[in-house]
């Protein structure tokens, strides 16, 4: 695996004209825990990823690997969990250092944080086309 890439193992479900569907399983660190069974904490996720199609022909059920660029990590990051972080604590200190109760001002942050996800919504076709997942057989 190169510096510059995540991969990813996955199994193709879909596959389209010009682009397929992969499930990739995401597990959280208990998932290879021994103890996982007693514990219950253990974590695993199907996600359904959709990426170019690439040159050489897959079918569904082909296991494949799903690659992004660092650069695709760090801005996904950046929007989903730093500027949401960053706007919630900006618009609560301002809000409340302007003498705003507190149950208004958790009230506006909460309707903040909803705007501005609801607005990533609705530009999801844009990122979808700066944030490109690419496959390689397995």
Same mark, same amino acid.
């Given at each position: 695996?190169? #510096? ?9 479900? #879909? ?21 996982? @069974? ?53 618009? +609560?200190? +301002? ?11 958790? @009230? +506006?942050?909460? +309707? ?17 086309? #700066? ?8």
């Amino acid at each position: 695996m190169a #510096k510059d890439t995540i991969e990813h193992d996955g199994i193709v479900i #879909k596959v389209e004209e010009s682009s397929i569907i992969v499930a990739i399983q995401n597990q959280s660190a208990c998932a290879s825990c021994h103890s996982k @069974s007693a514990c219950g904490l253990s974590e695993v996720v199907q996600k359904n990823i959709t990426a170019e199609r690439p040159d050489i022909p897959v079918a569904v059920g082909d296991k494949v690997i799903v690659t992004a660029s660092t650069r695709n990590a760090t801005l996904s990051v950046v929007f989903a969990y730093i500027l949401p972080s960053v706007l919630i604590i900006a618009l +609560l200190a +301002l809000l409340t250092l302007s003498g705003t109760s507190e149950i208004v001002a958790a @009230s +506006l942050v909460l +309707l903040a944080v909803a705007v501005y996800f609801t607005i990533l919504y609705f530009c999801r076709n844009s990122f979808a086309r #700066k944030i490109k997942f690419k496959v390689k057989i397995a």
